[in-house]
């Protein structure tokens, strides 16, 4: 479909930038792990391994393989353990992040090491990383939500900028509405065409962004209402164009990831003080469905379009905290008392 084909164009014309600077291994590294992978997958192997060698060298382009050390390696590991953020604060990276490092580092000198660019994988002597996040997440509640999709009617921020809204009320309705309702990740949002509503069988389809699978989520009756309403809408706004993405922005083109992400943010903060990203959103009907579902991960997996459980379990932990409360509550009651 044309909108899936024009993102997975735009990230590749994207690595192919990247590509650009650096040395021509990596070009040929590209070539051959990005056959049964997402284009964004691909993008983040890149965008990783570039951060990598500019850590190494200033001039990255001619970087060469015999000039990367296991030593180099062990001090790159060692320098994304913390990071500055935009206030000056330090915190601790997640232990997911330091992984895919690790992760991505041992596939680039695999290959290197594969086609005699290297006599020895440097990541053979590095000891794998290891370990848990215990990261306490917190997620919106099902009033949250609903006090987000009311401030959508009302607007956010000050008179012009809620009588400027108007237009698109129903359209930035139905996008919060399809991420509360489905958990779909944004980028899949973006890439809805017009053809994937289907109000006779009432479903939405769309290609979930990891392993490129087409997938199909049930539209309520008020979502289904919402729809047609930004439908209209849309034709009005439109007016006969040619574009065929179901989510436009002002320009009439294709709404962006970065629009959907200004949206979430915009009437978040209006309606709980703080803004969240669409993830946020992700993860909190991840959180809900695991309440509705007596805690049933592979149920939840299948809704979130996980590969694995273990991707589902990050948000599982803090669901555990009930029952850490249950057993304290029963031994006070029961042997302290």
């Not at 930038?17 to 990596?26: A, D, H, K, R, S």
């Not at 009432?202 to 199909?216: A, D, L, Q």
């Not at 309403?229 to 574009?243: H, K, L």
Request: charged share 25%; glycine share 4%.
């Amino acid at each position: 479909m044309k909108g899936r084909l024009e993102h997975s164009l735009k990230i590749e014309n994207n690595i192919n930038n990247l590509l650009f600077q650096l040395p021509e291994y990596i070009t040929e590294y590209y070539y051959e792990f990005k056959s049964g992978r997402q284009p964004s997958a691909c993008l983040e192997y890149i965008r990783k391994i570039n951060v990598f060698l500019n850590y190494i060298s200033n001039d990255v382009k001619n970087v060469k393989p015999q000039d990367i050390s296991k030593l180099c390696v062990s001090k790159f590991l060692n320098s994304i353990e913390y990071i500055t953020n935009k206030d000056g604060i330090v915190k601790q990276t997640s232990l997911a992040y330091r992984k895919s490092y690790y992760s991505i580092l041992k596939s680039l000198f695999n290959f290197l090491v594969e086609n005699n660019y290297l006599d020895e994988n440097p990541m053979n002597k590095i000891k794998r990383i290891k370990g848990e996040d215990y990261v306490n997440r917190k997620f919106l509640t099902e009033n949250e939500l609903k006090s987000i999709l009311s401030t959508i009617d009302y607007g956010a921020g000050n008179r012009r900028c809620v009588s400027m809204q108007k237009k698109w009320k129903n359209r930035d309705k139905a996008i919060l509405m399809i991420l509360i309702q489905t958990g779909m990740r944004e980028t899949a949002l973006t890439e809805i065409n017009m053809e994937d509503i289907d109000f006779d069988e009432h479903i939405i389809k769309s290609v979930i962004e990891k392993g490129h699978k087409i997938k199909t989520f049930t539209m309520c009756k008020q979502l289904e209402n919402v729809l047609m309403d930004w439908i209209y809408d849309r034709s009005e706004i439109i007016n006969e164009g040619v574009e065929d993405a179901l989510f436009i922005s002002k320009s009439k083109t294709r709404i962006s990831q970065k629009s959907v992400l200004n949206i979430v943010k915009k009437y978040t903060k209006e309606a709980l003080g703080y803004s969240v990203s669409p993830h946020k959103i992700r993860a909190s009907f991840a959180n809900i469905m695991l309440d509705k579902t007596n805690q049933n991960i592979y149920v939840v997996q299948q809704l979130l379009g996980h590969a694995r459980t273990e991707t589902t379990k990050i948000y599982l932990k803090n669901n555990l905290n009930k029952y850490n409360d249950m057993a304290a509550k029963v031994i006070s009651d029961s042997i302290f008392s």
